[in-house]
């Protein structure tokens, strides 16, 4: 199992992994996430959860 450091570990703009599952809108990636145990709370620089990136892009 992936430790959350490794899953919450942030690129440009602080976005992690479940930022682009979730802004991307793949939802198996993001499911593989979080069963893994991403933190689903993470905002990136700019304040952005992953789920209000799914919104913003029509995902959710």
Same mark, same amino acid.
């Given at each position: /199992?992936?430790?959350?450091?490794? !899953? ?5 703009? #602080?976005?992690?992994? !479940?930022?682009?599952?979730? #802004?991307? #809108?793949? +939802?198996?990636?993001? *499911?593989?996430?979080?069963?893994? #145990?991403?933190?689903? $709370? /993470?905002?990136?620089?700019? $304040?952005?959860?992953?789920?209000? !990136? +799914? *919104?913003?892009?029509?995902? +959710?």
């Amino acid at each position: /199992m992936l430790s959350c450091r490794v !899953l919450d570990a942030r690129a440009n703009l #602080g976005l992690t992994a !479940l930022h682009y599952a979730a #802004g991307n #809108g793949a +939802a198996e990636a993001l *499911q593989l996430l979080l069963n893994h #145990g991403a933190r689903y $709370q /993470m905002k990136d620089l700019r $304040q952005r959860t992953p789920h209000y !990136l +799914a *919104q913003h892009n029509n995902h +959710a």
